[in-house]
């Protein structure tokens, strides 16, 4: 499972940052936000194609000794980055993509709060809850 997930807003500031372990938190803030380069990267290639894709997954952004960094943007150019640690071998890429689907159709659901603002910070309980069941394995 992940490690650590993030919500990056199209102008490259945190709207919510969710690690496990908490000793490494700066160490998955660091990758989260070198990752944005990559990402940046991935959606200038794509360029128009962009537009016309549905498909909004940007696969593996770099791997690490430890740790695999994954992306997916939306329509509104909101980042989705999730790390998951590279020794997890039974994690396929499918499940990374339903992984992100669930974390975009909460996300959604926060938007669709008429007492949120966008921009600010996400402190909704229901998606708080939706990342942590996203990063501890159900035994």
């Given at each position: 499972?992940?490690?650590?997930?993030?919500?990056?807003?199209?102008e490259?500031?945190?709207?919510?940052?969710?690690?496990?372990?908490?000793?490494?938190?700066?160490?998955?803030?660091?990758?989260?936000?070198?990752?944005?380069?990559?990402?940046?990267?991935?959606?200038?290639?794509?360029?128009k194609a962009?537009v016309?894709?549905?498909?909004?997954?940007?696969?593996?952004?770099?791997p690490t000794?430890d740790?695999?960094?994954y992306?997916?943007?939306?329509?509104?150019?909101?980042k989705?980055?999730?790390?998951?640690d590279?020794?997890?071998?039974?994690?396929?890429?499918?499940?990374i993509?339903?992984m992100?689907r669930?974390?975009?159709?909460s996300?959604?659901?926060?938007?669709?709060?008429p007492f949120?603002n966008?921009?600010d910070?996400?402190?909704s309980r229901a998606f708080?809850?939706?990342?942590?069941s996203?990063?501890?394995p159900v035994?």
């Amino acid at each position: 499972m992940a490690v650590c997930v993030a919500v990056i807003a199209k102008e490259n500031y945190p709207l919510y940052i969710r690690s496990t372990p908490t000793e490494n938190e700066l160490k998955f803030h660091y990758m989260v936000h070198t990752s944005l380069d990559v990402v940046d990267e991935k959606i200038s290639a794509m360029g128009k194609a962009l537009v016309d894709q549905r498909e909004l997954y940007l696969g593996l952004l770099y791997p690490t000794e430890d740790y695999k960094v994954y992306g997916y943007v939306t329509n509104s150019k909101v980042k989705f980055v999730m790390v998951v640690d590279s020794s997890n071998t039974a994690l396929r890429d499918n499940e990374i993509r339903s992984m992100f689907r669930k974390l975009h159709n909460s996300y959604t659901d926060v938007m669709c709060n008429p007492f949120y603002n966008p921009g600010d910070r996400i402190q909704s309980r229901a998606f708080d809850n939706m990342v942590t069941s996203m990063m501890i394995p159900v035994c």
